[in-house]
């Protein structure tokens, strides 16, 4: 089975219509239509990734490789790969949670502490891989893997917190954008204390 025909059966299992799939996927309606024709047979991986996101699963499923879930998280590396490389990954990401606190504590423009109250718990939800199957971290990431992103998940879920604080007493403060937050808190603080996502 070609990938185009695993895409529709995928859109159609969901219910989506071909022009619902392309707006979720940010791309044209004639591209969808071509790869479901069988039109192009080989899209172009950032193709492919918008698509297979857009129907929820990994790209592998719409390739028909076999799928692990575990092996498809992004590992994080271990001690000695940090030191050989470096880890401008983690290093960069560590100086913008920085200066993010820094801006919090300085009670800078409160739609800013929105703002990164909301990146907080985004980038939370992807340490936390909360794509992938399985109901806790543990389940979802390699065991060796899992302290290192709690570690993470709860420096960025304080942050927000105080983010979100600041926010919620400026005047500015928007009753439906402080109750999100809250919400997508409540989830990311669910697997801290070592609950199911």
């Known amino acids: 089975m070609e990938i185009g025909r695993r895409v529709r059966a995928k859109r159609r299992a969901l219910d989506l219509s071909q022009d619902a799939l392309a707006r979720r996927a940010d791309v044209s309606l004639s ?6 024709r069988g ?5 172009h991986v950032t193709t492919l990734t918008a698509v297979a996101s857009a129907l929820g699963v990994p790209v592998s499923e719409l390739l028909e490789e076999p799928t692990d879930p575990k092996a498809e998280a992004p590992s994080l590396p271990d ?36 703002v990164i109250a909301v990146a907080c718990l ?11 199957p399985g109901a806790t971290l543990q389940e979802r990431v390699p065991e060796a893997e899992v302290d290192e992103r709690v570690r993470w998940v709860e ?14 007493t400026s005047p500015q403060a928007d009753s439906s954008e402080i ?9 990311v603080l669910h ?4 609950g199911a996502a």
């Open 122 to 132: 985004e980038i939370s939800k992807d340490i936390l891989r909360f794509d992938l």
């Open 155 to 168: 420096r960025l879920f304080d942050l927000s917190q105080r983010a979100q604080k600041n926010y919620a």
């Open 79 to 114: 001690k000695e790969e940090k030191e050989r490389r470096g880890d401008w990954v983690v290093d960069s990401l560590d100086r913008t949670v920085s200066r993010w606190v820094w801006e919090v504590e300085e009670k800078q423009d409160p739609r800013d502490s929105y």
């Open 191 to 194: 697997v801290i204390e070592g």
């Open 39 to 43: 039109m192009i047979t080989d899209p």
């Open 179 to 187: 109750e999100a937050l809250e919400q997508a808190g409540k989830r």
């Open 31 to 36: 591209l969808i239509n071509q790869m479901e």
